[in-house]
């Protein structure tokens, strides 16, 4: 066993453990092993050193994407809002992980998933050896905050899923955890229920009329959105059997 597979193996017990035990990860000191070597799939540098480099073909970036998005106004949320969270994370990521929309410190901050539910993804994440300052991208389907937390409007969702496809195209991503009913019914034109839905894989497509635009399929996963864990722990194990099914597919 490498020194990569080591650290993996380590995170992943030490933090199933918090999670299981009460959803409240414990800080410790991050093992070091004999050769070092870095999480597979890692990004080099941090979120704020990677967010600028990835560039497709036609010139798109992560940096322009953002700039379009805090500019957006093609729906009634850009009246509403503090600041949009366009995303954030590695910009060459192994997974990018979709929520449904930002909360208040989200709205106050322009960043995704910074609240006690961000925090719990963070830790859910970590369970799995996935990072946003390393291997995640995370952003919403909705980058603006609806009035009250209410889920997104159609038109609303609309309105931004140009931003997303772009994201999904730049990134390049290997799957894609949806989090929470919203983001998986939004990403597979589905009406099921996160119940249905989750711990399964999917083949998702870009949503384009141009067939040489849709690419290869990515791998998508869902599980429940980590405020339905806050509000209900007994689905916390479930999730964890979703994110081990990710795990397995990530070592392969």
Request: proline share 7%.
């Amino acid at each position: 066993m490498n020194a990569e597979d080591k650290l993996r193996l380590a995170v992943l017990l030490d933090t199933a453990g918090d999670f299981l035990r009460d959803g409240h990860w414990r800080d410790r000191d991050a093992p070091v092993f004999a050769d070092g070597a870095d999480i597979e799939g890692a990004a080099i540098g941090s979120t704020n050193d990677t967010i600028d480099t990835a560039s497709t073909a036609n010139g798109d970036t992560l940096e322009a994407i953002a700039a379009a998005v805090r500019s957006c106004t093609a729906c009634g949320l850009c009246a509403m809002r503090i600041l949009a969270a366009p995303g954030e994370g590695a910009a060459h990521p192994r997974v990018l992980v979709i929520g449904e929309a930002p909360g208040s410190e989200e709205d106050e901050k322009g960043r995704p998933f910074i609240g006690p539910a961000g925090q719990l993804l963070d830790r859910m994440l970590a369970s799995i050896a996935l990072s946003r300052s390393t291997n995640c991208f995370i952003t919403n389907t909705v980058k603006c905050r609806p009035p009250g937390n209410r889920t997104p409007l159609p038109a609303e969702t609309a309105a931004c899923a140009p931003f997303l496809a772009r994201q999904i195209r730049l990134l390049q991503p290997a799957f894609i955890l949806c989090m929470g009913r919203v983001a998986a019914q939004t990403m597979l034109h589905t009406s099921e229920g996160i119940g249905h839905i989750r711990g399964r894989f999917f083949d998702y497509r870009a949503d384009t009329a141009d067939a040489a635009d849709r690419g290869e399929p990515i791998p998508l996963i869902a599980t429940y959105h980590p405020s339905a864990l806050l509000r209900e722990p007994n689905l916390k194990r479930p999730a964890w059997e979703d994110l081990k099914k990710l795990l397995e597919r990530l070592q392969t």
